[in-house]
């Protein structure tokens, strides 16, 4: 398998789009130690919000898991810029945490963060299998209905 980032996620018929400028005063990304950190990420297509809208009022939960995979291909594109597109600095994914705006009756959190999930772990082989939190807010920037943020753990 490829250790470019941009050529497994070619190999799954997507294309990784160009990371994602911060919005506010925060950083897209910062390395401690051994670990990385990804700033929240949100469903974009060409540069605008895509998937606006809440889950169990106007979004379906097939949206919702598109909404999440679409924003995790940001985070890939993120992961992409940080390593230099170099696969073999990841040891693995550590958490990923995913934020899905929904009613106060929806319940199906993890169907949605599994469109997250599904993409790394397809991308990124063992090195993308993690820890999660799927939880569910009244709203999220720009009115999407998904931002994921992420861990990983670098080799020294």
Not at 59 to 77: C, H, I, K, V
Not at 117 to 138: D, F, P, Q
């Given at each position: 398998m490829s250790d470019s980032i941009r050529q497994r996620v070619q190999a799954l018929d997507l294309?990784?789009?160009s990371p994602s400028q911060p919005a506010a005063?925060?950083?897209?990304?910062?390395?401690?130690?051994?670990?990385?950190?990804?700033?929240g990420q949100i469903p974009l297509v060409d540069g605008k919000p895509a998937y606006v809208g809440r889950l169990g009022e106007s979004?379906?939960?097939?949206?919702?898991?598109?909404?999440?995979?679409?924003?995790?291909?940001?985070?890939?594109?993120q992961l992409s810029d940080a390593l230099g597109d170099d696969l073999s600095?990841?040891?693995r994914t550590l958490r990923l945490g995913v934020f899905?705006?929904?009613?106060?009756?929806?319940k199906q959190q993890s169907v949605v963060?599994?469109?997250?999930?599904?993409?790394?772990?397809?991308?990124?082989?063992?090195?993308?299998?993690?820890?999660?939190?799927?939880?569910?807010?009244?709203?999220l920037p720009?009115?999407?209905?998904?931002?994921?943020?992420?861990?990983?753990?670098?080799?020294?």
């Open positions: 294309t990784l789009p005063n925060y950083i897209s990304h910062v390395i401690s130690q051994h670990q990385l950190f990804i700033s979004l379906s939960d097939a949206e919702g898991a598109q909404a999440a995979e679409l924003a995790a291909l940001s985070l890939l594109a600095r990841l040891v899905i705006a929904s009613s106060a009756d929806f963060a599994n469109g997250a999930s599904n993409l790394l772990v397809n991308a990124l082989g063992e090195k993308g299998r993690h820890v999660r939190t799927a939880v569910g807010v009244s709203s720009a009115g999407v209905a998904v931002e994921v943020d992420a861990i990983f753990e670098l080799r020294p």
